[in-house]
């Protein structure tokens, strides 16, 4: 069973940059697909982006397209969101999770293994 944990939330201004991170431990790493969610106050909990378990394919909500890359490096058993032209509407908790699978494209439903969250909040 692999445990994840978040880092890198921020209070950032619109337009600003964060890069997320998510540790993992516990677990065959390179067996997982890595996704990001996130979920905003009211609202229900929304796939941000996705990556396959060897770094190969990754797969994005369209409202993130060109702007959020995802990244994995299964040395150091870490997956990181940069997060580039932040808007007010990305403001959420943002959350890593883990879907054991090796198919090509990284999946947006089926996680299985989440952390915790990461506050990310964007003033306008």
């Known amino acids: 069973q692999v445990q994840l944990v978040e880092s890198g939330g921020a209070l950032v201004q619109a337009g600003g940059s964060l890069r997320l991170s998510c540790a993992a431990s516990?677990?065959?790493?390179?067996?997982?697909?890595i996704g990001w969610f996130r979920q905003a106050p009211g609202k229900e909990r929304e796939f941000v982006a996705a990556?396959?378990?060897?770094?190969?394919?990754?797969n994005y909500a369209d409202f993130v397209k060109g702007r959020f890359t995802i990244s994995r490096d299964n040395a150091k058993d870490t997956v990181s969101l940069q997060m580039n032209d932040l808007k007010p509407e990305d403001t959420a908790v943002y959350y890593c999770?883990?879907?054991?699978?090796?198919?090509?494209?990284?999946?947006?439903?089926?996680?299985?293994?989440w952390g915790q969250g990461t506050q990310v909040t964007v003033s306008s």
């Open positions: 999770a883990a879907r054991r699978t090796m198919v090509r494209l990284p999946p947006t439903t089926g996680y299985d293994y």
């Open positions: 516990g677990g065959t790493f390179r067996s997982y697909a």
């Open positions: 990556i396959s378990w060897s770094g190969t394919n990754t």
